[in-house]
């Protein structure tokens, strides 16, 4: 039961922060503007290796984060921020992708 709870807020806490960091995203600062650059602008072979290695670095954050803390909330928030952080640093922003195919619809 601990694990699908863990799952939930996972998720749940991905697609909070993935709406918060698209909202900062396109607010005056543009937050996450030069990193999405910096990452555009390396060639595909390091972009995978970057993204390989970000994947590997929450792999084992994952396994180690239910040593230190005890509660499966906590972790599922821990969890869905570092993949939203992932994502919008990538440009694969799941709420972008989302208005762009509802714009798209229309």
């Known amino acids: 039961m601990s694990f699908i709870i863990f799952v939930i807020w996972a998720y749940l806490s991905t697609l909070l922060f993935s709406f918060l960091f698209y ?3 396109h607010i005056k600062p543009q937050l996450f503007q030069e990193v999405q650059r910096k990452i555009n602008n390396l060639s595909e072979k390091k972009k ?3 993204g390989i290695i970000a994947n590997i670095l929450f792999l084992i954050i ?4 239910p040593i230190f803390n005890d509660s499966d909330i906590i972790a ?3 969890i869905g921020f570092l993949f939203s952080f992932k ?3 990538f ?3 799941v709420i972008e992708y989302a208005l762009k195919d ?3 619809i229309k």
């Open 23 to 25: 909202k900062l995203n």
């Open 48 to 50: 995978r290796r970057l």
């Open 62 to 65: 994952i396994f180690i984060l």
């Open 76 to 78: 599922g928030l821990i």
């Open 87 to 89: 994502d919008i640093c």
């Open 91 to 93: 440009n694969n922003n």
């Open 102 to 104: 509802y714009n798209d």
